[in-house]
Structure formats: C-alpha cells, structure tokens
C-alpha cells in the first residue's frame, strides 16, 4: 500500500510506524511543513493506560519515550494564598519537540519517508497513493477541503489561553495556580516535561484579557505582564514562547473539532484534524496516538479500504467522545471558574479536581486517602462545628436550615402515586412513606399535593384542602415522627393546564376519558392539542388560588410537616407562568421575567406568612425548558432563583423540563445537577439537586464539590425504599440508626460487607 500523511506531528508520525510495522513493504511518505527540531508548543502529558498502549504497538519508540518522561503524582493547587495537595493522580510528561523527535527517527528507520520544510499539496496531488491521510492537525486543511463530506462542528471557546513555557521547576507536582488581578482572575496549567523545562499555560476569560490590555499587546509585552502576574510562582525564572509563527500575540481560543464523517472515498481525518480534546484534559497527543494504531491495524487486518477505515471510525468514536464528554466538562469548569472563587480553598479543589466527573468521590478516597478524609472533616466541620476525630462522608453529615435539622443530606423526592379517591391518603400512602421514613433518608417528600380538587392532576392525586385529608396525613406525619429520624416534607400544587388527566401508568398527561374537570391556566395554552383549552385566570382566581395555596399552608402547618415545598415546576399552573411557552399574558403578569414571577411571588409571601417561621420552605423549579430559543435557559433559571431567594424562599429544588411537549432534553448521569450547581453558587441559594442520581458516590461528589446542598432521589426510592441505609453499609459507615425491631437485619449486613471484602482483600 501507499500511503501519504499530511502532517508530521503525533498522529501522523505514530501512523506510519504503526503501518510500517505491520507490513514492512508499505510505502510510506509524511508531509511536514516544519522544520525536524521546529516544534511549537512544549510538554505533552500521557497516562500510564496510553504508555501501555504505545508499549504494544512498538516497544521501541515507546521504551524511548518512557526512558524521556517526567513522572509526577500529585496535583497543588494555588488559591488565595494557600497551596493545597493531594496525591496519587500520577502523570508522565514529556517535551513536544523530544516526543517528535523519538517519533522521527524511528519512523525513518522503518523506512517512512519523511519530507520536511514541505507544505502540503491539494489532496488529488497524491493521486499514486492509495489513501491520504489528514493529519494536519486542529486548522487541517485536508478536512476543509472535503468539508462537505467530513461535515465539521468546530465549537470556539470562550476562554483565552497561551501556550508558554520556563525554566521554574515544577517537578513536584502538576500545579494550578489561580491569581486575583485588578483586571480579573487569570489561572496558569504547568506541568514539568523535561529536567529544566515546565510547560505554563495562562488562561482567562475573554472580559478579562481585554480589561489587562492583552489584545493590544505584543508577544514580548505579553510575557512580560504574565511574568509580573505570576512573579511569586516563577521565583526570578523567565517566561518563553516558542510560537512565534503565529501572527499576533500568540494567545488563542481553544477550538473543539467534531466531525460528523471521518473518511471520504480514499482519504482519512487523524487526530485533532478529526476531533479535539481540550489540553485541560491533557489528551490531544494521547487520542492521535492510538487512533493511529488502531488505524494502522485495521487497514492491516481489514479486506479494504472502506471497511477499515468503518472499523476504525467506529472503534475510535466512542473512546473520542467519552473524553470529548469529560474535556467539555472541563473546559466548561474552566469558563465558569469566576462561579466557584466564593468556594472555601477545600471544596474549590475539590470541584477542581471532579470537574471532568470522571473522577468521583471513591476515585479520590483511592487515590489519596488522607487528603479526602481531611476534606470531608472540613465539610463536617463547616456543617455542625466540631472537628470530628473520624471523617463521614458528605451525604451522612446533618444539614440545618432555620429550625429544622435533617440527619443527612439524602431525600426521597416526590413521587406521585395516583392511589388516592378525592385526595385523600390511605393504606397505600401509609406504607409507602413509612417505609421511606424507615429507609434511613433525612428528608421524604410527600407527593405533589394539591389545593384544591380542581388543582389535582388526576383523580388519583392527593390533596390538602378537607378535613378527612388532614386526618390521613397526621397519621403519616405522625408515624414519621415517632418512629424515624426522617424529617417530612408536604409538597403543595396546582396542575393548571396538565389537570384533569389519566394516571401515571395510563397515558400520561392525557384527558380523562371521562369526567373531566375545567382547567385554568395564565394563558389560553393547552398542554397539547389533545389536551382540553384552559381558561385563562383572571385577578379573582389568582386570588381564589392564593388563599387555596394558604389554606393547605395552614394545614400543613397544624398536622405538623417539617419542611413545606411549592411546586412551580414540570409546567404546572406556578411553572406555566414562570415559562414564556405557556405565558402569554399582555397584563402585568406575562412578558418579562419579573412579570411573569409576579403572582408565584405573590403565593410564595402568602404561604410564608402563615408558615411556621422555624420551618423552612423550599422550591422546586425546571431550571431549563429545553425548548430553543424561546424556553427559560439555566442562565434564566439563575435569575428565578435570585428572585425567590431575595423573596425569603430558603432552597431552590432544581428539577427541569417537562414545560412543554416542544422540549427535547439532554439525559444523562446525574443530568441536571449542573444547573442546581449554577443556582446554587451565581445566586447564593442552597440547593437540592435531582435527575438520574443514583449511587452514594455521586450523592457525596455533589454535596462535597458544593454543587447542592442536598440530594433527592426519585426512582431509585421506588426499588429501595432503603437506599439510604444500604448506602451506608456499602461504605462501611456505622453511624446511621435503624429501627430496633431491624437490628439483626442491620448486623448481618455489615458483617456480610466486611467478609466481602476480607475475601476480596479490599480492607
Ligand atoms: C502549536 C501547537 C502546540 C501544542 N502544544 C502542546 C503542548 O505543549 N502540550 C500538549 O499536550 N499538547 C499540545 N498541543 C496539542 C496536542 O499536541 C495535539 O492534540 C496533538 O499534537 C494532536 O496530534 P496531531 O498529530 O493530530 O496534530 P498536531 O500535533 O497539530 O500535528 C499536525 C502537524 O501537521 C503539520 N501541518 C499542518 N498543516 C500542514 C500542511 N498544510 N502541510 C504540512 N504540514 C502541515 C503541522 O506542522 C504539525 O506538525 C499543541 C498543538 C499545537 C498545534
Ligand atoms: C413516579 C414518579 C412520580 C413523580 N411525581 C412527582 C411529583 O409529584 N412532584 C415532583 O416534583 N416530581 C415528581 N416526580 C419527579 C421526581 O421527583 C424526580 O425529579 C425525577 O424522577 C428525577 O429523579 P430520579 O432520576 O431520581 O428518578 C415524579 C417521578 C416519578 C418517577
């Protein structure tokens, strides 16, 4: 085979080894535009899995490139005066230039041709190769070219950065520094890669670039005012750029490369050409590398062209995008870094180190114990006061808010259970919330309660507004009370246009097929087209819904629930005026956010005013209608927040969507704690975090990276009503109180855990 690569740097160079190893009678032809020893750029981090993989390919080049490498295992964190440290994270770097140059030599003595000092011609130039491959990097012109077929997503980011490099030693520890300036916080990466070399890259948001001046500076006046910035961690050490190609003052914005094809008749996309990795994540050179092998072999093992380069594509996608997911995290984190400078240092190092979420909790407990556990005495600490001798984790230390403590920082979420007859609760509620009391949760919600039988959502809803309901619920509330540590909270609503509709299990949000019920709403919105024309509210039933809101307040108040929590979310009536899609009102209740705040502000302050002052109230929300463009967006959501906040609302409970039929959600992994995270640190509101959380390691990554203050779990509380108490069995945590009638159940468990894992050696 011919092949001629376009583009010598990590990936090209990596694929002509790779092909010529396979077949030495291959021929080979690399086109770059460089100089052999005129490489830009300077460290390249690599991990152990990478090495192990580079090992298989070709001992040769790999055994020179670990022979090169700069290990390091810790990671220091620079902030507000204090360095912090943990440990076990174990990198490699080695130089740019010193990788090519391995690279080099041992492609030209495998027979590769190596043409330097040569730009690359238009692809059809190399019409006696039998593929071309692009490996010209992240402005790959070979991709443009061809970019009807390749179809490239290039995202620009929003960050400034320069890749610069010093003699400051390093060596010691991957290090982030973050700086306060006049102009803006500015933050470096630097990573040692050789014995007198580290790698400093200086980053900030684009505001802050202009405000210090940069886009109106010079290379050399760039470097000067980063030397002056950064003096205390330089230590009379210099600063260098080895870019002086680009045009300008060097500075760039990251640009992260997707594309929908990577190959095209006989030509392939490699590398950054193909798709980017934000060095945040340190992985660029790493994902050419082993794309390139993995290239190389299936061209090898394939039967032609085009279905290697299917498998090739198909192999290397999902490995692109799982870290293409975590670098967006973390260049995400890194634009929004200005959010979390209110964090104390422990908990901003924490959210530092989980920002990509691909290191948890557990991950961080394995890599340095004793850093962790510090944190999690720190977290404790702050919570209650006292320096604990022995360290709990997040989710088992008390929360406390106006009068009410909770035990920990679990809660049942609310959970409709469509078993009520005109909204009163029965055997089922009874043992439903019993047994999610028992469970070990600090907090459980009741269901969505309504104020009135016309604010049901189905004839199986719950209600608070007659007396035979108060009497069911005392019972509830009661049991909780004598039996648990549980605290218990009455979620109160009102469907509006999504009333009057079939249970859960039967078609959802659909009409009754018979007996329906009027339904309001602020504006003439029907919740589809199948669902019935509300009417729109006039002055005098906001009025009538007010007092309904304060009436099941009141009695909420009498039978005793802890916590109360308005609805105002899943487009229900409160929610309906909150979102644009279904708000329509000219009045002073529609348009602008403040307006269509106005009347569940209005609900709220009622509801306070006859709600116990020692109890609190919170708030749930959909943070995101995930309806483009006209929907509330999580930058909205930040804004709702701060109204109920300033309003005396005590917690925002962060859910989304489910506003409109329009809406297409992005699912996930604990999928909408990035908007409580939001909330939480722009508005300065604690939080309760919701939506696809589901294993203890996630409950105390969330609560420890101050992303919420509390964590509720929905579907997970349907097959577990124990959740919590198992939680603490699998993390060996003792501290938790079960029934007495249960305390054999209690010892067996954590007697069979502790033979699990004598036998699994894992003590
Ligand atoms: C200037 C620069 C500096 C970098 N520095 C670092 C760093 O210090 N640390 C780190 O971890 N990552 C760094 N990166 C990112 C990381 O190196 C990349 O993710 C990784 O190199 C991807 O490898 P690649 O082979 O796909 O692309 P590249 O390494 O970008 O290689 C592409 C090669 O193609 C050549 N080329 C491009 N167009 C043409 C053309 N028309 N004709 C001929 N040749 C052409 C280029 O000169 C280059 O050598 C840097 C990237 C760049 C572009
Ligand atoms: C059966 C069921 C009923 C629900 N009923 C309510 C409700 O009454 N009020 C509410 O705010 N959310 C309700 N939700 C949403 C949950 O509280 C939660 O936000 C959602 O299920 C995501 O959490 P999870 O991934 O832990 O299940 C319900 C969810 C389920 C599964």
Redesign the pocket.
């Known amino acids: 085979m011919r092949a001629a690569v ?7 160079l990596n694929f002509a080894i790779s092909l010529k190893l396979r077949d030495a009678s291959h021929d080979v032809l690399v ?4 100089k052999p020893d005129d490489t ?6 690599l991990s152990d899995e990478t090495l192990g993989n580079l090992h298989t390919n070709d001992p040769v080049s790999s055994k020179a490139i670990r022979d090169s490498f700069v290990y390091w295992d810790d990671i220091a964190v620079h902030y507000r005066g204090v360095v912090m440290r943990s440990g076990g994270h174990g990198f490699s770097g080695i130089g ?1 230039k010193r990788l090519l140059n391995i690279l080099q030599d041992r492609a030209r003595s495998l027979g590769v041709k190596i043409e330097f000092e ?3 011609a238009p692809v059809d130039s190399y019409k006696d190769f039998d593929i071309v491959v692009g ?4 402005n790959s ?1 070979v991709r443009a070219a061809y970019a009807d077929a390749f179809k490239p997503d290039i995202d620009v980011r929003a960050c400034k950065y320069i ?1 610069l490099g010093t003699h400051q030693k390093f060596d010691d520890a991957f290090t982030f520094i973050f700086e306060e300036t006049e102009h803006g916080w500015i933050w470096v990466h630097a990573y040692q890669f050789d014995a007198d070399t580290a ?1 400093f890259i200086v980053e900030c948001s684009e505001e802050t670039w202009r405000r210090a001046g940069f886009d109106r500076m010079n290379i050399e006046e760039t470097i000067a005012a980063c030397e002056k910035i950064f003096a205390r961690n330089l230590g009379g050490h210099k600063l260098m750029s080895n ?1 002086r190609h680009l045009r300008g003052s060097a500075w760039l914005n990251f640009n992260r490369v997707l594309c929908e094809r990577w190959s095209h008749k006989n030509i392939v996309l ?4 193909a798709a ?1 990795a934000h ?1 945040s994540v ?1 992985s ?2 790493k994902l ?1 590398m082993e794309s390139a092998i993995a290239l190389a072999s299936y061209l090898d093992s394939e039967p032609d062209i085009t279905s290697a380069f299917r498998r090739y594509e198909e192999e290397r996608r999902l490995e692109v995008l799982r870290l293409q997911n975590a670098a967006r995290n973390s260049t995400e984190w890194f634009e929004d870094v200005e959010r979390y400078f209110d964090l104390d240092p422990v908990q901003f190092n924490y959210s530092l180190l989980t920002r990509s979420q691909r290191i948890s909790h557990e991950n961080l407990r394995q890599r340095d114990p004793q850093w962790l556990s510090g944190a999690e005495k720190w977290f404790e600490q702050r919570a209650t006061g006292h320096v604990p001798n022995l360290a709990r984790p997040p989710m088992f230390v008390p929360f406390r808010v106006r009068g009410v403590e909770l035990a920990n920082r679990v809660c049942v979420s609310p959970m409709a259970q469509y078993r009520a007859k005109d909204g009163t609760p029965n055997e089922w509620h009874f043992v439903h919330y019993a047994e999610r009391a028992k469970g070990g949760a600090g907090l459980v919600f009741t269901e969505m309660t309504c104020v009135s039988p016309e604010g049901r959502i189905s004839p199986g809803c719950t209600g608070l507004y007659a007396p035979e309901h108060a009497g069911a619920w005392r019972r509830i509330v009661e049991f909780v009370h004598a039996e648990t540590d549980a605290k218990i909270a009455i979620q109160l609503g009102h469907s509006g246009a999504k009333g009057s509709t079939q249970l859960g299990w039967e078609e959802s949000d659909a009409p009754l097929e018979s007996g329906n019920w009027p339904v309001l709403a602020p504006s003439a919105v029907p919740w589809s087209a199948q669902n019935q024309m509300p009417r729109e509210m006039t002055r005098a039933d906001m009025d009538l819904i007010r007092e309904q809101f304060v009436r099941s307040a009141e009695m909420a108040a009498l039978i005793g629930f802890d916590w109360l929590e308005l609805h105002y979310a899943h487009g229900y009536l409160m929610s309906s005026f909150i979102t644009p899609i279904t708000n329509r009102r000219t009045d002073e209740y529609g348009g602008t956010l403040e307006n269509r705040m106005r009347f569940p502000l209005e609900v709220f302050r009622a509801v306070r005013k006859v709600w116990p002052d020692e109890k609190p109230i919170s708030v749930r929300i959909s943070a995101h209608d995930w309806v483009a463009p006209d929907g509330v967006r999580p930058q909205n959501a930040v804004e709702i927040a701060r109204l109920l906040r300033e309003a005396g609302v005590d917690l925002i409970d962060v859910s989304a969507g489910q506003t409109s039929t329009r809406a297409r959600p992005v699912y996930g992994r604990m999928f909408q704690t990035p908007f409580s995270d939001r909330i939480r640190n722009e508005a300065g509101v604690a939080t309760l975090a919701v939506g696809n959380i589901y294993e203890p390691d996630h409950v105390n990554s969330i609560l420890m990276a101050g992303r919420a203050d509390l964590v509720c779990l929905a579907r997970p509380h349907l097959s577990d009503p124990y959740w919590t108490l198992h939680a603490a069995a699998e993390l060996r945590y003792d501290g938790m109180k079960w029934p007495k009638p249960y305390w054999p159940g209690r010892d067996q468990l954590y007697r069979l855990k502790s033979r699990s894992e004598a036998m699994t050696g894992k003590v």
């Open positions: 376009l583009g010598g740097g990590p990936g090209g086109v770059e535009r460089n830009f750029g300077w460290g390249v981090v740019r040569t730009e690359a490996a010209d990097g992240v012109r890749w790698t870019a490699l590398g950054d050409a980017t060095f340190g660029g050179s050419a």
